[in-house]
Structure formats: C-alpha cells, structure tokens
C-alpha cells in the first residue's frame, strides 16, 4: 500500500513513512492510493472476535509495511492492559429502539481521542525503526480541547520523543485544561495561546512547512510530526470503531448482515466522520453519515451549499471541541471525490488561505449531498438535548454527543428515514461537568463550586461513577502555566527542544 499527498500525487511514501512525517512537505495530508475492501464475508468473520482483533484485521490493510505481528502488538498495548474500562474499548449502548450510543471515551483521558491516541505512539516507534531513524521525533499538536492531553498521555516518556501541546488558553473546558496543564513526563510541554483553535493549527501547519526552521531542527538532532487528525497513524484506527459497531449490532440481532445503519457524529475538524466516511467505503453498509455541528455550523453550511466559507464569527460555546472554522481533514474527502485530483485541492487549498473561501463544482456538490447530511444545533438546544435524553431515558451524555442527538432528530424529523442508526458518543459528560449539570438543572445547588465538587455533584445526579483521570487531578502540581501570543508558537517549540 502507498501513500500520496492530497496535494502531490507524484509523492509515493509506504505508511511508515507517512505516519513519522505526519504532514507532506507541501503541507497536503497522506492517504491511501486505494482503499481496501472489507467483504460480508470479512464482516461476518468480525462479528467473533474481540475489539482489539478487529482492529488488527483492519489495520493489516492499510499499514502493509508493518508485519502483523507487530500491528498485534500496537494494538494489544493500546486497548489491553485495563486502560479502557469495561469488556470493549468502544462499547454500543442502545438508547431506544433502533438507536444506539457508540461510546468512545472509556479510555485514560475520557475522549474518544484515546482510540487512536494510545495506538499511534507504537505505530510511531515502530515507524521510527523501520525507516532508520536516529533522530527525536517532535509531536506537534494543536487541540482544541481533548487531542491535547489524549496525545500527551499517549507519548508520555516514550523514548525517542517529545511532545509539545498548544491550546486556546480561553476555549477549553477547566476540566481539559487542568488535565494537560498538570500533565506528568519528562519529554512533554504544554503552552496556552492567545487565540482560538484555528490559530493552533495554521501555526503548527506553518511550522511543519517552514524550511528554514525544520533545518535547524534536524542540525539539533529533531525531526516534526504531528499526532493530529492530519497524521495518517490518528486517522485509520478511527476506521476500526465504525467497522466494530456494525459488527456489534450484526451480533446483536439489530440489524442482519448486509442491512445498512445510518452513523451520525458531532465533528469539527472532519477527521472522526471522515473515518466513517472510508469505513463506507471499505464495505461497510452505510446509508447516510450525518454530519453534526454546533453554532460553528461551517460544514453544514458547505455540505448543503458547496461553498467552504470561514470568513464569519467564531462562537465560544459549551461544545468546545467542535469551535473550529478550519475543518482540516475535509481535504481529504473532497481529494477523493474529486477523483485525486490534486489541483483542484491545491486550488481550493489555496482560495482557502489567501479568500479564506472557496466553492466546490456542481458535481462534486451532489456527491457530497449523496453521502452526507448536515445539521448543527446552538448552545440551547444543546442544553434542552442533554435534559430531555436523561428525563426520558435516565442516560446522561455530554454536550457534544448532546449535538449530535439533537441533529440526529432533525433528520429523522426531516427526512422519516428509520434505518438503525449509530451516534457517536465522544467524550464523557463529566469532561464538561458545570454545562452538563446547568442542563440539568442544577445552576442554583452547583453555585460556588470547584471542579471537584462539580464532579461530585455530577456523579449523584447522573448515577455515574467518575472517572479515575479525573477524580484523581485533584492536588495535582501544574506545571505548564505558560500562554504565547499565537505568532510565537515556532519560538516556544524552539525554546522546548533546546535550541536558543
């Protein structure tokens, strides 16, 4: 299996190299040549076997260069060991007839970033070995909320790295900042900005793509990469979790082999629904993936229009990890509707940077409209969901998964489409606590309180255990303080690593 550049289709790398790479040197993102395919047959096979089995089955077709012993390996350390809670890393729970919750947060940070952050480390050192490298790769992040300590937990003191983590020191919950600012580690660093996540992220693109600077770096010894969505090694174990829920209602008696589901997920940055979005295509029977948006509704806006238009104000909302204008992974998906053409990516690409607007072709519209539905849902409704699912349910669900609860009635309102649906579930209710117990009705009796007495006050409303990760934050030293204006982050990485 090759690799080629969104933006470089002459550019041919095996999947080692383009996980250590993360981003290609003309700043396009590396996929697939082909994507492989997942037979019934193949499907059926799925449906007896454990999680982490799964994923070594998919995973074997997309990294060829890595022996599946060593794939085994990658994915034995990431999803055994007790670190994900429960039987399965990605358990479905059904909240009525024909819709069920794909939980992902059941892993150390309480995110569905785990799922491929605890992989990705091992799929990194083993990349490192394969294509001789002797230099310190340094993981550059940009989050918005759970990326940032989902990554830093994931390359904690692994040897041959370092990590550094930049987010907006004003758009993340108290709960995720006090998670990556108390991080522990010798080769992690972490530095708020002044700006919001689309600032993180062109910085950290700017810097993949500074030649000047990545020379200096590699005479210190240093290699970049990326463990954002951007970075290939993020993206494919995203596929796994979409494979293993079908497989999970096929086992369930939900729906029979070969019946399609409709998969619904909040997303900001395209990277999680674009997973679902290969996993269609690999084989798995999917319907309509429905696209959900909070008050930063950009991609709602694109899919049902076809114009990608960031020019408009940026909303501060209760979904913080969805507060993203620059949908980076969305390149991916239009490179392959357009049939790998990567100049019209590099043409859009670049209307995007210097317009910050561009508008795809009638056809590629209409594609985009045969797969994909898009809604968005504001802080109130989001607000309304969260109550109205534990009133009439008793399941309490953070505010992400709340938008997409919300979106995923607006389609089955508008369209009386009832194919069994999947929502993704992504991050646990008690990473956004004071929303989560506000929608709840608990403003007055939760007045005053810390984020630990938040937490308790959660656990008693919701029935729900807290997490380990985050109960145990309390008295935690903090130690990365420190907010850079958002035209220093090549300054502060350069600082992190040693060079003066």
Known sequence: MQYISTRNTDLRVKSAAAIKKGLSE??????????????????????KLSYTERAVFVLKKYLTDYLVKELRECAENAYGGGKFDGESPAPLVNLEDGVNILELWHGPTCAFKDMALQILPHFLTKAMKK??????????????????????????????TKIIVFYPSEGVSDIQKLQMITQEGKN?????????????????????????????????????????????????????????????????????????????????NFGNILAAYYAMKMGVPVKKLICASNQNNILTDFIKTGEYNKNRDFHTTISPSMDIL??????????????????????????????????????????????????????????????????????????????AVDVYNQYKAETGDETPAVIVSTASPFKFNQSVLSALGKDAETAGMDDFGLLECLSQASGMKIPDSL?????????????????????????????K
């Open 26 to 47: 003309e700043g396009g993102l590396f996929v697939p040549e082909t994507i492989p395919v997942l037979t019934l047959d193949d499907l059926k096979k799925l449906t």
């Open 131 to 160: 294509t001789g490298e002797d230099k310190t790769v340094v993981i550059l992040v940009a989050t918005s909320g759970d990326t940032g300590k989902a990554a830093l937990e994931g390359f904690r003191d692994v040897e041959g």
């Open 188 to 268: 992690v660093c972490v530095s708020g900005i002044i700006g919001n996540f689309d600032d993180a992220q062109s910085g950290v693109k700017t810097i993949f793509t500074d030649e000047e600077a990545n020379t200096e770096f590699l005479k210190n010894g240093c290699v970049m990469s990326s463990a954002n969505s951007i970075n290939w090694g993020r993206l494919v174990p995203q596929i796994v979790y979409y494979v293993s829920a079908y497989c999970d209602m096929v086992a369930s008696g939900q729906v029979e082999m070969g019946d399609k589901i409709n998969i619904c997920v909040p997303t900001g």
């Open 471 to 499: 109960g145990n934050l309390k008295g935690k030293e903090k130690r990365f303080t420190g907010v850079c204006d958002k035209t220093e982050l090549l300054k502060t990485v350069s600082e992190f690593i040693g060079k």
């Open 326 to 403: 620059i949908s980076s992974n969305l390149e991916r998906l239009l490179f392959d509707l357009c049939g790998n053409d990567a100049k019209k990516v590099n043409k859009w690409m670049k209307d995007l940077k210097e317009k910050g607007v561009y508008t795809v072709s009638t056809d590629i519209r209409k594609k985009l409209s045969k797969v994909l539905w898009a809604g968005c849902c504001d802080d109130y409704f989001t607000k309304e969901c969260i109550y109205k699912t534990n009133e009439k349910f008793g399941y309490t669900i953070d505010t992400h998964t709340a938008v």
